[in-house]
C-alpha cells in the first residue's frame, strides 16, 4: 500500500504523519508532497527520513492507492486528475468537492458505506465544525428524526492554519507585555477578544462557515434537517467546541440521550455537572473523540435537546477523519491492502 501527503508542511499534513504513526497505518510507502517552497524539506515517519517532493502535474502518482490532500481547495481542484487518473483514492480534506453530487462527503461514525458510491475515486472530508456536530448528533438521530437544529460555533485558532495558532501566542504575549499586538490572520485581535465571523459572509447574512454547516449536515445525514449556525473565533489554540441546540420529531428523554450519547462510535460522553466535569478545549486537545457534556432538555420545547461538544480541530476535525475513511475503505475492500 502506497499513501501520499499532499500538503504535509501544513498543521492537517503534520497530523496526518502523526495519526498514520500512531493508527499503524497498514501502508508500505509514504510519499511526501508539497509546494516548491516546502519541496526538499526531510520529515520523519517510522523512523524512517522523507523528503517532500515538489507537487506537479506528472506521473508521480502512478502507484500511489491513497492520497491524502490538505493543501487547499484551489490546489485540490487542479491536481485531481494528476492524483486520481492512475487509480489513487483521493480523500481531500479542502472545501473543492464537498458539494459535488457524485463525490461522497463521509463521517466515518455517520455515513461511511456512501465511500462506495465515488466514481471519480475522490472522497470529501467534512469541514471540522460538521465532523464534530454529525458525530454528536448521530446518537439522538438514532433515536428520533431530528428536525431542526441550531449551533453556535466556539473555534480555535488552529482552523486559520499554523501561522494563526503562532500568531495567537504571540498576541498574547504583546499583550502581557502591553505591546502593540501584531493583526493578520483575523479581521481582529484575537487574544482577549472573540471574532463572530469565521471566513467570508454570503448574501444571506451567514458566512461560509456557517452554510458549510448547514449543507454538509444535510449531505451527510441524508436528511432534510434544518440547521442555523454561528461560527465564532475564540482564543483558544486547537479544540472546537459547539453549543448545539436541537428539535426531535418525538420527545428524547435525558436518560435516553446520555445513554445514546455514551453508547455512540467516536463519542466520550463527559457529563456531571454536580463535579464540575464537563469538556474543555484546554484539556481535550488532541484527543480523538467527540466529547460531549451539559446534556439537558429544552425547557422551552418538550422535544428540544441541548448540549455542548469539544472536540480536537485539526485532529479528528481533519487528519483523523480522513484516515478513518481510508482505513474504512480498506476493510469494507474499496481499497485493496
Ligand atoms: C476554521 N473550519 O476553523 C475552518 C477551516 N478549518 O477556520
Redesign the pocket.
Known amino acids: 500500500m502506497k499513501v501520499a501527503v499532499v500538503g504535509v508542511s501544513g498543521a492537517v499534513g503534520q497530523e496526518f504523519l502523526r495519526v498514520l504513526a500512531e493508527r499503524q497505518f497498514p501502508l508500505d510507502e509514504l510519499v511526501l508532497f508539497g509546494s516548491a517552497r516546502s519541496a526538499g524539506t526531510v520529515y520523519s515517519f517510522r523512523g524512517k527520513d522523507i523528503v517532500v517532493k515538489e507537487l506537479q502535474h506528472n506521473d508521480d502518482f502512478k502507484d500511489i492507492d491513497i492520497a491524502l490532500t490538505s493543501a487547499g481547495a484551489g490546489i485540490s481542484k487542479e491536481y485531481a486528475d494528476t492524483i486520481t487518473k492512475y487509480g489513487a483514492i483521493m480523500i481531500d480534506n479542502s472545501s473543492a468537492f464537498r458539494m459535488e453530487k457524485d463525490i461522497p462527503l463521509v463521517v466515518p461514525e455517520v455515513n461511511p458505506t456512501d465511500c462506495a458510491n465515488a466514481p471519480r475515486r475522490i472522497i470529501a472530508n467534512p469541514?471540522?465544525?460538521t465532523i464534530q456536530m454529525v458525530v454528536a448528533i448521530n446518537a439522538i438521530e438514532k433515536l428520533s428524526h431530528i428536525k431542526r437544529i441550531h449551533v453556535s460555533t466556539y473555534?480555535a485558532a488552529s482552523?486559520?492554519g499554523a501561522t494563526a495558532m503562532a500568531e495567537l501566542e504571540e498576541q498574547f504575549r504583546q499583550v502581557v507585555k502591553g505591546e502593540e499586538v501584531t493583526v493578520s490572520k483575523f479581521p481582529y485581535q484575537l487574544a482577549m477578544n472573540i471574532i463572530p465571523q469565521?471566513?467570508v459572509f454570503t448574501d444571506n447574512g451567514y458566512t461560509k462557515?456557517e452554510m458549510k454547516m448547514y449543507h454538509e449536515t444535510r449531505k451527510i445525514m441524508h436528511s432534510d434537517v434544518e440547521v442555523s449556525a454561528t461560527c465564532v473565533r475564540i482564543p483558544v489554540m486547537r479544540a472546537?467546541s459547539e453549543s448545539i441546540w436541537l428539535e426531535t420529531e418525538q420527545p428524547v428523554s435525558i436518560e435516553d440521550a446520555r445513554k445514546a450519547f455514551a453508547a455512540a462510535p467516536g463519542v466520550v460522553l463527559m457529563d456531571n455537572p454536580a463535579e464540575k466535569q464537563y469538556p474543555m478545549p484546554l484539556f481535550l486537545s488532541g484527543k480523538d473523540p467527540v466529547y460531549v457534556g451539559r446534556v439537558r432538555k429544552d425547557i422551552s420545547n418538550s422535544n428540544g435537546l441541548t448540549f455542548w461538544t469539544v472536540s480536537d480541530?485539526i485532529n479528528k476535525g481533519a487528519a483523523l477523519n480522513a484516515v478513518q475513511i481510508a482505513e474504512y475503505m480498506i476493510e469494507a475492500g474499496l481499497i485493496k491492502k
Do not use: L
Open positions: 469541514n471540522c465544525t473555534q482552523g486559520a469565521v471566513d462557515e472546537h480541530q
